[in-house]
């Protein structure tokens, strides 16, 4: 069982920056893709972007450019950087870890708050 717990969500005007951290409990052995995901409120969950144990990233193309994703392995953390934010980047973020098996497992985090004041 892997729990991951966010961090780093709060308050911040249209243009500025913030780092969401995602520690996870444990160090993930087997093969796995870890993502962030945001929920606007009323609107569905949708994929901000992923990074693989080998450090392959993908991006949403609403954030491309603006947000980076990263990895520390030793400290079990997935980071967000939101540079340049948006007040429809208001939203709450998610952290995911889905560990590939048969079958697949997938972990969550509890979310974190990003609201952009415009």
Same mark, same amino acid.
């Given at each position: 069982q892997v729990q991951l717990v966010e961090s780093g969500g709060g308050l911040v005007q249209a243009g500025g920056a913030l780092r969401l951290s995602c520690a996870a409990s444990s160090t993930i052995l087997r093969m796995h893709v870890m993502y962030w995901h945001r929920q606007i409120e009323g609107n569905q969950r949708e994929l901000v972007g992923s990074i693989t144990r080998d450090g392959k990233i993908t991006y949403a193309d609403s954030v491309k450019g603006r947000f980076t994703i990263s990895r520390d392995s030793a400290k079990r953390t997935m980071y967000l950087?939101?540079?340049?934010?948006?007040?429809? $980047? +208001?939203?709450? &973020? &998610?952290?995911? *870890?889905?560990v590939?098996? $048969?079958?697949?497992? $997938? &972990?969550?985090?509890?979310? +974190?708050? *990003? +609201?952009v004041s415009s």
């Amino acid at each position: 069982q892997v729990q991951l717990v966010e961090s780093g969500g709060g308050l911040v005007q249209a243009g500025g920056a913030l780092r969401l951290s995602c520690a996870a409990s444990s160090t993930i052995l087997r093969m796995h893709v870890m993502y962030w995901h945001r929920q606007i409120e009323g609107n569905q969950r949708e994929l901000v972007g992923s990074i693989t144990r080998d450090g392959k990233i993908t991006y949403a193309d609403s954030v491309k450019g603006r947000f980076t994703i990263s990895r520390d392995s030793a400290k079990r953390t997935m980071y967000l950087q939101m540079n340049n934010l948006k007040p429809e $980047d +208001t939203a709450v &973020y &998610y952290c995911h *870890v889905q560990v590939w098996g $048969d079958p697949d497992v $997938d &972990y969550w985090g509890q979310g +974190t708050q *990003v +609201t952009v004041s415009s």
